[in-house]
Antibody, heavy 119, light 110 residues
């Protein structure tokens, strides 16, 4: 079964840092792009970042550029999202998803991990 | 403010049909395939339409979609209670070099 499992979400103070992880199973992880998408409480989906199969091509949404770093470890079938200088408006469920180059095809998605930024 | 514009809500009675629109621009819908995601309450999104008008296996043929110019639409016929969900359009944006989502449409089956 193709599966993605996120972890690492937590309550953190404004200005703090957090590292999310997403472990994949059931497919050849090193063959796929991986994406992070977030959803603030009661709001819609917002694309955050993507990384290609070998980690050499990375893109970020303007809203997180400079504060967030995506990376991957193909040996561990895991993609990471390092978040720094967290703001209240970063509060959201963070989903990882398997993707393809130049496409919004995202399948499957993980169950999501909640990040709450609050004093 | 989403790059793609969807109506925030739609509603219809069971057995009827509904259409959800998604408006974009020449840098996204005008050039690229449109995808539609269904998000049931408390769950992760799931693809129901890919490459503008294709259904993944397991998605009922009650779901269909189309595109014209810089707009797209998702149609659901024979509505059932289990179709009640949030629906998002998504497309690659050539100007942003990233995927973009619509703001989502909450479908209520009355």
């Amino acid at each position: 079964e193709v599966q993605l499992v996120e972890a690492g979400g937590d309550l953190v103070q404004p200005g703090g840092s957090l590292r999310l992880s997403c472990e994949a199973s059931g497919f050849i992880f090193s063959h796929y792009w991986m994406h992070w998408v977030r959803q603030a409480p009661g709001k819609g989906l917002v694309w955050v970042s993507r990384i290609n199969s070998d980690g050499s091509n990375i893109t970020y949404a303007d809203s997180v550029k400079g504060r967030i770093t995506i990376s991957r470890d193909n040996a561990k079938s895991t993609v990471y999202l390092e978040m720094n200088s967290l703001r209240v408006d970063d509060t959201a469920i963070y989903f990882c998803a398997r993707g393809m180059s130049g496409s919004p095809w995202l399948d499957p998605w993980g169950q999501g991990t909640p990040v709450t930024v609050s004093a | 403010q989403s790059v793609l514009t969807q109506p925030p809500s739609a509603s219809e009675t069971p057995g009827q049909g509904v259409s959800i629109s998604c408006s974009g621009s020449s840098s996204n819908i005008g050039k690229n395939y449109v995808y539609w995601y269904q998000q049931l309450p408390g769950t992760a999104p799931k693809i129901v339409i890919y490459k503008t008008n294709h259904r993944p296996s397991g998605v009922p043929d009650r779901f269909s979609a189309s595109k014209s110019g810089t707009s797209a639409s998702l149609a659901i016929s024979g509505l059932r209670s289990e179709d009640e969900a949030d629906y998002y359009c998504a497309v690659w944006d050539d100007s942003l070099s990233s995927p973009v989502f619509g703001g989502g449409t909450k479908l209520t089956v009355l």
